[in-house]
């Protein structure tokens, strides 16, 4: 389910600038508003969730808020790809409107939902142990997840024919409809969860400041180093598989359901790659240097898509790329909830949906960063809104943002994590314990 806000980056742009007609800086242009709504709503959701309500006694923290926001979520999601039959010239700034508000909207309510989603984690499963082998065991469901994505939108989708992506929208719909009800069970919060929340409650954190709480967060060093990371890592996800419509349509010139293939060999690569890296971190008992050493293979494995035009030897690169990535992926919620460990002895309370609205916020900010580099590219490249065909050098620069891009991205962001991040596994034990003695 969680893997659903992917293929907002994957299509929507896509869509609009070549199926539509909507001028590339335009399309970018609605990206870059969409990450500033960002700004404020992601950090807030978090924030306002981390309180009580009425509802928290029977239902729980997290589960209301992620049916609340899940529904209306996946019908957003339809609304993109219903915009006004309007000329892309006269009638720009209408689709431009409609495109941002639904963009946005889509937001909010997967912010509420995924905020929620995220939060349960690092609170339901609480020793490094617990969280490690549940990753090695969620993953294989996320990737259920991206593998539908992956492979029902081209089943639907025809390049030159804007209907087709309203059926694979409603195809879209009833796969995320029928997977938010299965995964109620377990996003429900049993009783001693929620009376250990309550029962820990400071009635001050309602006086006390959004900006102070944030202010606070960025005080840590580990933290910092984390959500840089993940940003880069997001650039690089979100580049590369919203460039894969462009390569497939441009450069291969094929039809969408090649974009299929070119995904099942990465999620193949992520599938066998997975139980090794989970292996690898329960022998090191170093969350740490995995991430770096998956992150790095991860961005050497792509270099030769800044220049293969090759339709299998792409897909063989992308079953290599998900190789390393199973690794970085294994790593992020049990990093990230080393992270969180910290900031409650730091603070002495849980603010999980806090920490994890600015991740959302970074994960949607990245949205930005893909549209930005993909207008600027496409503009100083030549490339042509709703052409059926491309130049030499506007098919040069979708290698730009297929790897050149997400490379650079990605170098800088582990540059960065290894320098900055401090949780070595002796902190984290020590952060543990801590939480014990605290009772939280």
């Known amino acids: 389910m969680p893997n659903f806000s992917q293929w907002l980056g994957v299509y929507s742009y896509f869509y609009y600038e070549t199926e539509i007609g909507l001028d590339s800086l335009l399309c970018g242009l609605a990206f870059v508003l969409y990450a500033v709504w960002n700004a404020v709503n992601d950090p807030l959701i978090g924030y306002i969730t981390d309180r009580p309500f ?18 209306p979520w996946i019908i957003s999601y339809v609304l993109i790809f219903t915009p006004p039959d309007v000329d892309p010239q006269s009638g720009a700034w209408i689709l431009f409107a409609w495109f941002l508000f639904t963009i946005c909207l889509f937001d909010t309510f ?63 719909f009833l796969v995320c409809i029928i997977a938010l009800f299965l995964a109620i069970p377990g996003c429900r ?43 880069c890592y997001q650039v690089m996800i979100k580049s590369m598989t919203a460039s894969i ?37 329960h022998k090191t ?76 916020f970074f994960a949607r900010l990245a949205f930005a960063a893909q549209a930005v580099s993909f207008a600027v590219i496409h503009t100083l490249t030549g490339f042509e809104e709703g052409a059926t065909m491309q130049s030499e050098t506007a098919i040069w620069g979708i290698h730009m943002h297929l790897a050149l891009i997400p490379m650079i991205f990605m170098i800088l962001g582990l540059l960065i994590f290894k320098k900055m991040y401090d949780l070595t596994p002796d902190k984290v034990n020590e952060n543990q314990l801590k939480i014990k003695e605290l009772k939280l």
Do not use: H
């Open 285 to 360: 008992n170093d969350n740490r240097k995995v991430m770096l050493i998956s992150g790095i293979l991860m961005t050497v494995s792509v270099a030769p898509l800044i220049f293969i035009e090759d339709y299998i030897l792409i897909i063989i690169i992308m079953f290599v790329w998900g190789l390393s990535q199973g690794g970085f992926w294994a790593m992020l919620n049990p990093v990230f909830a080393d992270v969180i460990d910290e900031s409650i002895v730091k603070t002495g309370k849980r603010e999980e949906g806090l920490y994890n609205g600015f991740q959302t």
């Open 189 to 231: 919060e049993d009783q001693v969860i929620v009376d250990r929340y309550l029962a820990n409650y400071d009635e001050k954190m309602e006086s006390e400041s959004f900006f102070k709480e944030f202010k606070t967060s960025l005080t840590q060093k580990a933290f910092i180093a984390y959500i840089l990371l993940y940003f």
């Open 110 to 172: 997967g912010s509420i939902c995924l905020v929620n989603y995220y939060s349960l984690f690092p609170d339901k499963f609480r020793s490094v142990e617990e969280r490690r082998t549940l990753t090695g065991l969620n993953i294989p469901v996320g990737v259920l997840g991206v593998l539908l994505g992956a492979v029902v939108p081209p089943l639907f989708i025809t390049f030159g024919n804007k209907q087709s992506y309203i059926l694979q929208a409603g195809a879209v």
């Open 54 to 71: 009425g509802f928290t006694k029977k239902w729980g923290r997290r589960f209301p808020w992620i049916i609340i926001g899940g529904i």
């Open 245 to 281: 419509s462009y390569a497939v349509r441009f450069m291969l010139k094929m039809e969408a359901i090649a974009i299929a293939s070119i995904m099942v060999a990465f999620l193949i690569g992520v599938i066998i790659g997975l139980p090794l890296w989970v292996k690898l971190a």
